[in-house]
């Protein structure tokens, strides 16, 4: 008998990967198709992000840069992050721009725009409720990030439509930092740190950061001492941010922590359009990925364990 | 149509990347070489377009601004790497490029180093301060070489050592919870776009 436990766990550490990846992909697919409603908690960073985005509703003279610095191998995770904040300042009308210095980077900043404003049915204008500055060279960002401390439109000169900034009707009420008061910085890398080491330091401009999993147990240290504002991290910070926009965005309320506390939102709800809800569907599945790799740790640990004791065994 | 044809080449390109699962294959490498090669080919004429034309072409050319000339030269002196024999040319315009360096240091100490030193020297009222001051405190003593680690001083340092455990642990944690984000990313698509399974 005990001779068969051994040869089991001997077995299950030497099981080939592919049947671990075969597992793992059941665990992510069931769960896609089989939709449950699971609870998504709120934490302080997105939420401290949220209420600063929020505090721009409506004021001319206050808006938002989002940069969009990563291509699309990160978009599972940034993109509905992306969305979700669009999503926001189009319904609280709230100003934004949007600017990025990768090639790559710059059909997603379309795609989003085009996914919020046509999913959500908002009659928002380029120009006029939102400006798109597109693709500047990398070799400028430096540039144009310490440019648009001074002047935003003589730093940003056009923008994806080669309009001249200056001109545009949303540039009316803004000039600087000063104005253009909150930047979010959307990254598989560091370059939230380059906005905090030269727009923090030297403009004393907000800086949120929606970044990948990888990247948030670095930037934590930035949150403690104040220099982030808020933070999304991965497919969690944006499944969190989608719920608050679902609760206080789209209902035209101001952010509320006993709202939060008491309201329910079911994903299975047809009427939230499923690109609203994506991070949230994705984290069901993220859910029953990570038990499942706990299930296979313990497993494999155990399976070290008896091996070991039963090799000491042997040797006497 | 285009959208379907577009989903299409999509979700071949995808299972030819998960081909590399099960093992090395000719479709994993033909996708592996068609991303490199379309990347490059999407960046060059958008960097041409978005960089030279505005900031070379259109003010040497079209508003007589010759000063761009010595910057763009500058820029032009890169081509030289490729060459055995004039490859230090190019290290000029990397000197101008590390001249930024100069403007990065005090704002870098301000933003990484000052600010930072202040949050871990606050007053010591709640739990958070305190395990904060006891990370700090215990992995400086951990990465001090100068004291052998033995005795008191090394049990000190090993309580730094747990403290930086926990801390790849969760950057692990994070790590993997990124790389199964990606995994849903890929079968939303196939399962949502492709085959409009989810809705």
């Not at chain 1, 500055?133 to 401390?149: Q, S, T």
């Not at chain 2, 072409?57 to 024999?85: A, D, E, H, W």
């Not at chain 2, 305190?130 to 951990?142: A, D, N, P, R």
Request: some cysteine; overall charge positive; glycine content about 6%.
């Amino acid at each position: 008998m005990s001779n068969n436990n051994t040869r089991f766990w001997d077995r299950m550490q030497n099981l080939d990967r592919r049947y671990i990846y075969i597992v793992v992909a059941l665990a992510i697919i069931i769960p896609l198709l089989i939709p449950f409603n699971s609870k998504t908690y709120i934490t302080e960073p997105v939420e401290n992000l949220y209420k600063k985005v929020d505090s721009f509703t409506d004021r001319e003279d206050r808006a938002i840069l989002m940069c969009f610095m990563h291509d699309a191998s990160t978009m599972p995770e940034l993109f509905p992050m992306e969305v979700s904040i669009l999503r926001h300042c189009f319904e609280r009308n709230i100003k934004v721009f949007t600017i990025c210095f990768l090639p790559t980077a710059a059909p997603l900043i379309d795609y989003a725009i085009n996914t919020a404003k046509e999913v959500g049915g908002f009659d928002v204008k380029s120009g006029i409720d939102y400006c798109n500055f597109g693709y500047k060279p990398y070799a400028l960002f430096l540039p144009i990030l310490l440019g648009m401390g001074e002047d935003i439109a003589e730093a940003v000169e056009t923008d994806s439509e080669g309009r001249k900034v200056e001109n545009l009707e949303i540039m009316k009420d803004l000039k600087n930092y000063n104005e253009l008061n909150l930047v979010i910085d959307f990254s598989a890398s560091a370059s939230v740190q380059t906005w905090i080491t030269y727009a923090r330091v030297k403009f004393g401009a907000n800086i949120g950061a929606g970044i990948t999993a990888v990247m948030a147990a670095e930037n934590y240290p930035f949150l403690q001492t104040g220099q982030l504002v808020g933070m999304l991290g991965g497919l969690k910070g944006a499944a969190e941010y989608e719920k608050l926009v679902d609760i206080f965005a789209s209902n035209n309320v101001v952010f509320s922590k006993e709202i939060v506390k008491e309201t329910w939102i079911p994903i299975t709800d047809k009427q939230i359009p499923y690109q609203f809800k994506i991070a949230r569907i994705g984290m069901n599945a993220q859910s029953v990925a990570h038990i499942m790799i706990i299930v296979f740790i313990i497993l494999g640990n155990i399976g070290y364990f008896v091996s070991r004791k039963s090799k000491n065994k042997e040797l006497g | 149509m285009f959208g379907t044809i577009s989903n299409i080449v999509a979700a071949f390109l995808t299972l030819c990347i998960f081909s590399f699962l099960y093992k090395d294959n000719p479709f994993y490498k033909f996708a592996e070489s068609l991303l490199v090669g379309v990347s490059m080919g999407y960046a060059i004429p958008l960097v041409y377009e978005n960089a030279f034309i505005p900031y070379v072409y259109r003010p040497i050319f079209l508003q007589n601004k010759f000063l761009i000339i010595i910057p763009t030269l500058m820029g032009v002196l890169y081509i030289f790497r490729f060459s055995k024999n004039l490859s230090w040319l190019s290290r000029y315009p990397i000197v101008f490029g590390m001249a930024i360096v100069g403007m990065f240091v005090p704002m870098s100490l301000n933003a990484r180093v000052l600010v930072q030193m202040r949050s871990t020297m606050l007053p010591l009222d709640n739990i958070n301060t305190i395990l904060i001051f006891i990370g700090v405190v215990t992995i400086l003593m951990y990465f001090f070489f100068s004291k052998e680690h033995k005795g008191t001083y090394g049990k000190i340092s090993n309580v730094g050592i747990w403290y930086m455990m926990v801390g790849f642990g969760a950057s692990f944690g994070y790590t993997v919870m990124a790389r199964i984000s990606l995994l849903i990313g890929r079968i939303q698509f196939l399962l949502g776009e492709c085959l409009g399974l989810i809705k």
